[in-house]
């Protein structure tokens, strides 16, 4: 497939000096187009050693106006990079919506490097390529849009030019002993991007090979791909179709489901939970303080109707802990900040070192919740978030994180209760909101969505363990005890 980008075609001063302001202008004009829409722009600028990867990003900046584009230079990942999830480093550097983003280097490199030299094998290239392939349609669909440049040169191009900047004092820095290890592996190289650009040029984000011999074919090659993604993309937009209307779930849950299943007159005696409750929090101070040398980290989500007791479970575990080694995220409704960039990001960028806990206090799964039961998105959006949920646990639990996800079962009569009482106390005031009594009027529609999710969600390395939660004491015991078995469990 590397054939055509092999034939050096050129273009010569005149026909350059007669494209390149109407391409460039253009491009701005895309940028302008791109900056009043509802998308944002990755470019990942890939391709062989000496195809001129940094001119081309150089050339961009130089050619787009600076103020919408941050632009990130992929070298080997940071101490803190490793101690967390491979597509952190990527998610956390997503750009905002109407604004770009250039990639010098891209989430394709290191398992194409890893296999040319063997330390994995086509299994494992295959399982990261399939990787790639989930997140950039994920992303695509969270009004992302992917350009994916693959600079290329013939090898005997590539020769030459290491040589002619090696002759030259001033350029020679520009060619390291990698660049020459990498070109004696140059066909294997070839072979493996090949099957790598195969694999993954899908519809929603192909890959586009640029033949990189003649710097300003290079370029204008370049600036019309750009500005092609981003037209094609917000011409979508403009094209007639018929709006979806996003109508809030009222449909009652099945007569017989997990839920409706749960004992809630299990209890605890106060003796036997005060008994009970330091020596599960003795048991985990220790399991937690042995995270750091097994090199794994803790997910904890919570979930369940308001007023299920969640703040209160949480602090059973948070006060076995030692400070600096968790932390509680609590999710409210999105920023401004969040909105603008894909779904996950904001969870994404909270998720622990290796070595330490991260609590969730409500997760992820208010997509296909709340979300889903207001109508704050419509049915395909939350539909297809199961499947990118299920996806990032599992690379969760692959980087050595250990999940567990809690929704803590209460009864309508019991959190009526709990709601009476929060009126009626002073201090407790605070927690209750005109929201909450609200919601409880879609009490069957939030059952059906959290049925659905445990049957979609629930995996082997991220399960949902339902608890009975109208007796608190019981329900803190309960989540202490699964979260020391799960620990013991991943560290033996």
Partial sequence: MFEAAE???????????????KVRDA?????????????????????????????????????????????????????????????????????????????????????????VFGEIKDKDLDQALDRAIEFERMLSQENVIVVKLWCHV???????????????????????????????HYDDFRE?????????????????????????????????????AIRERIALDASPKKAAKVVPIAAAPPPKSLLTAVDHGVSVDRKKYEKRLPALQARLNDLVGRLPKARKSVVLVFEGPDAAGKGGTIRRLTGAMEAGSWEVVAIA????????????????????????VTIYDRSWYGRVLVERVEGFCPPPDWQRAYAEINAFEEQLAEHGNVILKFWLAITQDEQLRRFKDRQTTPYKQYKITEEDWRNRAKWDAYEQAACETFEK??????????????????????????????????LD
């Fill in 457 to 490: 969600t629930s995996t082997s390395i991220a399960p949902w363990v339902i608890v009975e939660a109208n007796d608190k004491l019981h329900a803190r015991l309960e989540v202490l005890k699964a979260v020391t078995s799960a620990l013991e469990k991943a």
């Fill in 333 to 356: 409704a999105p920023t401004d900040e969040e909105r603008g960039h894909p779904y996950l990001w904001r969870f994404w960028r909270n998720l622990p070192r290796s070595g330490r």
């Fill in 154 to 184: 013939s090898k005997k191009m590539q020769k030459k030019r290491f040589k002619t900047l090696e002759k030259d004092k001033a350029t020679r820095w520009r060619v390291t002993r990698t660049d020459w290890k990498f070109f004696k």
């Fill in 27 to 115: 491009l701005l004009q895309a940028q302008r187009d791109l900056a009043g829409s509802k998308y944002s722009c990755v470019i990942l600028v890939s391709g062989v050693e000496g195809a001129g990867k940094r001119e081309v990003v150089n050339f961009l900046l130089e050619w787009m106006d600076a103020r919408g584009v941050q632009t990130h230079v992929m070298r080997d990942p940071t101490e803190e990079e490793l101690d967390r999830p491979f597509y952190w480093r990527w998610w956390r550097r997503l750009p905002l919506t109407g604004r770009t983003a250039i990639f010098l280097g891209s989430w394709y490199s290191a398992a194409i490097v890893g296999r």
């Fill in 192 to 228: 493996v991007s090949e099957h790598a650009l195969r694999r993954t040029t899908i519809g929603e984000a192909p890959w586009h090979i640029v033949d990189a011999g003649d710097a300003r074919y290079r370029n204008l090659s370049v600036a019309r791909i750009v500005i092609d």
């Fill in 7 to 21: 034939l050096g075609v050129e273009v010569d001063k005149q026909t350059w000096e007669a494209e390149a302001p």
